[in-house]
């Protein structure tokens, strides 16, 4: 099949028909998210972005509190960019709760580019475009808000922070809910209805399509980020705490920031020459 004719074909599809796994294994299906305004994040553990996980978490919480069972956060751990989530999924998932607080779902760890890529993501990118015009997910933490009619409202690179996501979460939110019968599942797809402009994330956004990956991190996020190494491979997730306390430990997190740094080095001169 034609590469437009795969797209256009992904691009029909229900977001509501879409779905995932825990990190149990268990299905994960999108139907009950009908009528919910949904943040995905693409996540990883050792990347110099990892500390948005206390953002995220603050996000959801306030959002939350005002919009009760109106919002969603999915968090989908990946291993892709310079292999900065390698444990397995509870691990992982064990490590969001126990060091940030997170008490949004998160997922199984999964592709979210090439041949192995999860249908959610390759419904995503075929809705629209990153940084630089790219379908491809270009690092951790880049974000895609569904709106109530599970319609893409916008994607939005790694520099975007969670807070500079409130406003227009809010906007959709106060949209409230829809009339029975109408959604997604029976609207036909319509791309222009959906262009929500980076100036709704007040600048944030314009700065990723600009530069499409990220800029290596103060030394200030340095010191904060929290080392994996000293969750370990517990399968008991701990109860999430309302405050999030990342540890202090930097080795690791400073062996993945060169890493990364290297990486984007690399793949922006491949992109230019």
């Known amino acids: 099949m034609p590469r437009e004719e795969e797209e256009e074909k992904e691009r029909d ?95 199984a760890k999964s592709d979210v580019n090439g041949e192995r890529e999860n249908d959610v993501f390759r419904w995503l990118k075929a809705r629209r475009r990153g940084p630089m015009g790219l379908r491809r997910v270009m690092w951790n933490f880049e974000k895609f808000l569904v709106g109530r009619d599970g319609e893409l409202v916008g994607r939005w690179g790694s520099l975007t922070t969670p807070a500079a996501l409130e406003g227009v979460i809010l906007r959709e939110l106060e949209k409230g809910p829809l009339p029975p019968g109408e959604g997604a599942a029976t609207a036909t797809t319509t791309t222009t209805t959906t262009t929500t402009t980076t100036t709704a994330t007040e600048g944030a956004a314009k700065e990723d399509t600009e530069t499409g990956s990220p800029p290596k991190q103060s030394s200030s996020s340095d010191t904060t980020h929290s080392s994996k190494t000293l969750v370990g491979n517990s399968k008991d997730a701990p109860t999430a705490t309302a405050t999030a306390k990342p540890l202090t430990t930097t080795s690791r997190f400073t062996l993945g920031s060169w890493l990364s740094v290297i990486t984007l080095a690399f793949f922006v001169t491949a992109l230019l020459f």
């Open 13 to 107: 599809g229900s977001f509501y028909s879409l779905s995932h796994t825990t990190v149990t294994g268990a299905p994960f299906p999108f139907h009950p998210l009908k009528n919910k305004v949904v943040l995905l994040v693409n996540t990883a553990s050792l990347c110099g972005f990892t500390p948005q996980l206390s953002g995220l978490q603050t996000l959801y919480q306030t959002l939350s509190a005002s919009h009760p069972d109106q919002f969603l956060i999915l968090a989908f751990p990946t291993n892709q960019f310079a292999s900065q989530d390698p444990d397995p999924s509870q691990s992982i998932q064990s490590f969001c709760q126990k060091n940030y607080g997170v008490s949004f779902p998160v997922l």
